[in-house]
């Protein structure tokens, strides 16, 4: 008698809408990870699957979890509608951002541990000026 595992998944055929929505996931996903200085087999480990499972995510091949998602947010350091939401659109300027919204993004694209330094810095040259 063919016994089945209680924690199989059953297989369902994804439609192009549904694959079109987890390869955007994944590819956000990619990003963000990059953008955090966070490697697959990192993301990997906090999730506790295989790095090969992060490439099938990241790459749209594979179906990610919900469940998944808030701990992959969290990670990431978004909010999981930033991951599942749609691309926000870039709002029309008039003109060249200002120099410090231009430093902001920039600073936005660091690492984690930059973005840190960083605002210790900037919380220490701001007590000193208020002082």
Avoid: C, N
Avoid at 11 to 28: P, T, Y
Avoid at 36 to 62: F, K, M, N
Wanted: proline share 7%; aromatic share 4%; hydrophobic share 40%.
């Amino acid at each position: 008698m063919e016994q089945h595992s209680p924690t199989a998944v059953p297989v369902v055929a994804l439609s192009k809408q549904e694959k079109a929505f987890f390869a955007q996931l994944g590819s956000r996903i990619a990003q963000l990870r990059k953008e955090q200085g966070i490697t697959q087999v990192q993301l990997a480990e906090v999730l506790d699957v295989s790095q090969q499972t992060i490439t099938a995510y990241e790459v749209g091949r594979r179906r990610i979890q919900v469940s998944s998602l808030p701990l992959i947010a969290k990670t990431l350091g978004v909010a999981v509608e930033d991951l599942v939401g749609p691309d926000p659109k870039p709002a029309a300027k008039r003109g060249p951002a200002p120099k410090l919204q231009q430093q902001m993004d920039r600073i936005a694209k660091l690492p984690k541990t930059q973005q840190r330094f960083v605002m210790q810095v900037l919380d220490s040259m701001l007590a000193q000026a208020s002082r």
